[in-house]
């Protein structure tokens, strides 16, 4: 449903994508793991057309995404944090992003239901507190039922209640099929809501296959000591390139 192919991204002489291939197909949801600023954002906005690759194509559902901006109607986004304009009120919020999409009728409520902002619509965003933002952004990338959930750092910053209630949302949407990308440094979180795992080292891809796979690889049965052994190899690999660097 998305093909990666062979994309790199430098940020001024920082290369955050080195010549980056991946596919994401429909039913499964993919964690996306990495130490930090190892380009998992980057990533992420790139499929989002945010962030412009300095080569290679993205394509979705076999198109290019370059230049386009009507495939992110099939696209949910949930941000690290989201940027919302301060003054406007929650219930405005929903409404300008219904007048955007005037073509859809029917609204996914689930989670505007199950974390009440029906009662809140008239506290305005820049009054919110982090964890309330981070409720609107959920509503907001579930509203329209897209195909591709892309979640950011999903349950970051929400109560306990309310990460559970946004986790069975997911699970719910990826039993009906629906694609979903998740990053996330909550290894519990990931184990439960994902069933192939990447990671990112250092702007590639060091790992890409089930989590089943990954589990028989580093003989290890449990996820997240699975995730360390990972984490160990790449810690030796940059070893190694540094004394090959230095021979
Ligand atoms: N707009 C930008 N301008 C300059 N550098 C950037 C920009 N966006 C990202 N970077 C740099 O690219 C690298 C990768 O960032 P990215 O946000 O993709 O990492 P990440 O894997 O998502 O990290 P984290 O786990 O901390 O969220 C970082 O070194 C970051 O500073």
């Known amino acids: 449903m998305i093909s990666v192919n062979s994309i790199s991204k430098k940020f001024g002489r920082q290369e955050v994508l080195k010549d980056f291939t991946l596919s994401f197909d429909k039913g499964n949801s ?19 057309g945010m962030v412009l690759p300095d080569s290679g194509e993205i394509l979705v559902k076999g198109r290019s995404i370059k230049g386009k901006e009507d495939y992110r109607k099939d696209v949910g986004y949930m941000p ?31 989670l505007v239901e199950a974390f009440e902002l029906e009662k809140i619509k ?9 964890g309330t933002t981070q409720k609107v952004s959920a509503a907001l990338a579930f509203l329209f039922n897209p195909e591709v959930l892309v979640l950011d750092e999903p349950t970051a910053g929400l109560d306990p ?64 000591p699975a995730i360390a052994k990972l984490m160990q190899w790449t810690l030796k690999k940059k070893s190694t390139t540094k004394v090959l660097t230095h021979a």
Do not use: C
Not at 83 to 108: A, H
Not at 122 to 127: F, L, P, R, V
């Open 30 to 48: 993919y964690a996306i793991m990495g130490p930090n600023g190892s380009g998992k954002t980057t990533l992420i906005k790139s499929i989002l």
């Open 80 to 110: 690290q944090i989201g940027r919302y304009p301060q003054n406007m009120k929650i219930g405005q919020l929903f409404s300008m992003m219904k007048d955007m999409r005037p073509e859809i009728r029917e609204y996914d409520l689930d």
């Open 122 to 130: 008239e506290k305005t965003m820049g009054t919110l507190s982090g």
């Open 161 to 224: 209640i309310a990460a559970e209630t946004l986790k069975s949302k997911i699970r719910k949407e990826r039993e009906a099929g629906k694609l979903i990308l998740i990053t996330s440094h909550i290894l519990s979180d990931l184990e439960e809501l994902t069933n192939q795992a990447i990671y990112i080292f250092e702007g590639e891809v060091f790992f890409n296959d089930s989590i089943e796979s990954l589990k028989e690889m580093t003989s290890e049965e449990k996820f997240s």
